[in-house]
T-cell receptor
Framework: GENVEQHPSTLSVQEGDSAVIKCTYS??????FPWYKQELGKRPQLIID?????GEKKDQRIAVTLNKTAKHFSLHITETQPEDSAVYFC???????????FGKGTMLLVSP | DAGITQSPRHKVTETGTPVTLRCHQT?????MYWYRQDPGHGLRLIHY???????DKGEVSDGYSVSRSKTEDFLLTLESATSSQTSVYFC???????????FGEGSRLTVL
């Protein structure tokens, strides 16, 4: 089955800095890569996703890049704010054929 | 929030007792999932359902069973709870063509 590795496990940045979280996956058939944000004590919520037919997707301060050859994808957050502090999960799936496999999560701490 | 409610939200029980967690959705989503979340392990799939009476195992299904007799309800049962099943359990729906999962608020289970 699919295996998703996520790094780093914790990331501390100053407000205004950029943050990058990286994930690798093992199944070359995977074609759907979402990112979920989980604030403390809350449920995970989708913040952005990318499919294998594109290499990059942006939504305001967040962006995701995908390198299918290397089987890795990354989340980029620019101009970080304290409210970005949360646990971020990457995931991968072969859309329509397999369930999502999640990485173990990255705790992002943004200091004012 | 895709109209997903979990019950109970908190439960403390003793080793060897049966426990049932309920997930109820109002969005008529075909797919429903049960995940457990543990520190250092991220979100791991226990069981999922792709229709009424259609269920399948996830990566950590041992010790758990599920049932789905109606589209809106997905039950997770621990036949004989063990301390290793102390966790936060999340129900999720969706997973169709869009791929997005909608999570419930979680159920915190403590097995003493």
């Amino acid at each position: 089955g699919e295996n998703v590795e996520q790094h780093p496990s914790t990331l501390s940045v100053q407000e205004g800095d950029s943050a990058v979280i990286k994930c690798t996956y093992s199944d070359s058939a995977s074609n759907y890569f979402p990112w979920y944000k989980q604030e403390l004590g809350k449920r995970p919520q989708l913040i952005i996703d990318i499919r294998s037919n594109v290499g990059e997707k942006k939504d305001q301060r967040i962006a995701v890049t995908l390198n299918k050859t290397a089987k890795h994808f990354s989340l980029h957050i620019t101009e970080t704010q304290p409210e970005d502090s949360a646990v971020y999960f990457c995931a991968a799936a072969y859309s329509g054929y397999s369930t999502l496999t999640f990485g173990k999560g990255t705790m992002l701490l943004v200091s004012p | 929030d895709a109209g997903i409610t979990q019950s109970p939200r908190h439960k403390v029980t003793e080793t060897g007792t049966p426990v049932t967690l309920r997930c109820h959705q109002t969005e008529n989503h075909r797919y429903m999932y049960w995940y457990r979340q543990d520190p250092g392990h991220g979100l791991r799939l226990i069981h999922y359902s792709y229709g009424v009476k259609d269920t399948d195992k996830g990566e950590v299904s041992d010790g758990y069973s599920v049932s789905r007799s109606k589209t809106e309800d997905f039950l997770l049962t621990l036949e004989s709870a063990t301390s290793s099943q102390t966790s936060v359990y999340f129900c999720a729906t969706g997973g169709g063509n869009t791929g997005e999962l909608f999570f419930g608020e979680g159920s915190r289970l403590t097995v003493l």
